[in-house]
């Protein structure tokens, strides 16, 4: 049944209303898109998108969590064929006691596999692996006229939607080329750098040497500590380098979930004295070195949404992810960032550093090869507006880019540099959806 509900993303800022229609299937699909008004339509899965890219004021938005079957599985060729609401912690318990995980995964597991196309996700093994979209052969996509088109990697519109953010139709089914593993655990090297310049010589170093690399960065530190951090790196385990006792068991898939956050948390929270005690604690809490420790999938990639609702930690001002990646060679511009940061005395909660391989070719998918950081800031602060414009330019003087998964505060003004294959992703997208059916807040906030 169809409600008018006021939306936001993971962030909690700028709600909007729209209303909300289940996606139960094809045919009531087709007659939401056929019927739109001049308001148009999004799909929406989980909500996991920071900002405003599954908000769609005065419009309608589909609700495609329903659909979430999985069509099938092929053991032998480890390919899955699944409706667009099933997400990857379902796909995570489902397969991998068959030895088979998602071949990406971000840094939550309750997105959808629509919502992991739509802002083609990436993880800790883009290095190696690229993005979700590269192990995708097919996605079933409804467009602006109600057929339904399928899509291999070889169609101009696939690469449309893959990173396209829900604008060129309703994703309805994909089959996803899932990894083969022997367990449900990883083996996990940990180092402390003891600055950025530490930081980025280790991953330039040997990062080609594991599948996994993240690095946690304390944002709040500066001058000589400046970028100090925890860099994790591993892979998946192999059933024979596990203790004996989890053998029998090693592809079991049972993630601990941590109380849920409640309701309502002060604003201000988590401030710069909260983060600084916290950073302090989480660092020397790291080894400062430790080879071979057995983590679970759940712990290595998904410490966090450990706890339901974290965003609410954030209090009723919400928060905002900023995402920048800049080109290798402009690694003084990520300096200069996290100065700007620790200048700035904005505490990011969550600050981390990945490295990029090879792009793909999604008109608008984020990764491309360079450094990516990601901070989480709460909204409220006098100076955070400021501060976020002038890493704006830095990261547009570099030649990089912010996630449109993670923006709701990007001028249009940027976007066209930003994103140089932007015109031919609006030529593909206008032949698709010609009187502009699909569309959100993120659209007409970005002119896209």
Known sequence: ?????????????????????????????????TGADRRGVVARGL???????????????????GRDRVLRVDVESAEVEV????????????????????PVTPGTR???????????VHGKNHH?????????????????????????????????????????????RATVQMTRVESAFCI????????????????????HRYTYSVAWIDCLAGGSALGRSVLTR??????????????????????????????????????????????????????????GEVQSIASFFHLLVAGAQWNRIYGPRGFLQYQLVVPFGAEETLRRCLELLSESRQASFLAVLKRFGAADDGHLSFPTPGWTLALDLPVGAAVLGGLLERLDALVLGAGGRLYLAKDSRLPASAIAQMYPRLDEWRAIRADADPHGVFTSDLARRLDL
Not at 94 to 99: A, S, T
Request: charged residues 25%.
């Open 47 to 65: 909500g996991r998108s920071y900002g405003d890219a599954a908000q769609n004021a005065g419009g309608v938005v589909l609700d495609v969590t």
């Open 128 to 172: 190696v692996d690229g993005s979700f979209g590269q192990h995708v052969s097919s996605i079933d996509l409804m467009v602006a006229d109600g057929s339904v088109k399928r899509l291999t990697p070889q169609d101009a519109l696939f690469w449309a939607t893959v990173g396209g953010m829900g604008l060129t139709g309703v994703i309805l």
């Open 1 to 33: 049944m169809s409600a008018r509900r006021a939306l936001t993303g993971w962030g909690r800022t700028s709600p909007s209303v729209a209303t909300v229609v289940p996606a139960t299937d094809d045919d009531a699909i087709r007659r939401v898109i």
């Open 234 to 291: 591993g892979w998946s385990a192999r059933r024979d380098q596990l203790p004996s006792r989890r053998r029998d068991r090693a592809t079991e898939f049972r993630p601990h979930q941590l109380a849920v956050a409640p309701p309502v948390f002060p604003s201000g929270l988590l401030n710069r004295a909260t983060v600084t005690a916290f950073n302090e604690a989480w660092y020397r809490k790291a080894p400062r070195e430790r080879r």
């Open 110 to 120: 309750q997105v959808t596999v629509g919502g992991a196309l739509a802002a083609d």
């Open 83 to 102: 409706e667009a609401g099933a997400s990857l912690d379902q796909l995570m318990r489902l397969l991998l006691p068959l030895g088979l995980f998602v």
């Open 188 to 207: 996990v090297d940990t180092e402390r750098c003891h600055d950025l310049e530490d930081l980025l010589a280790r991953m330039t170093e040997g990062d």
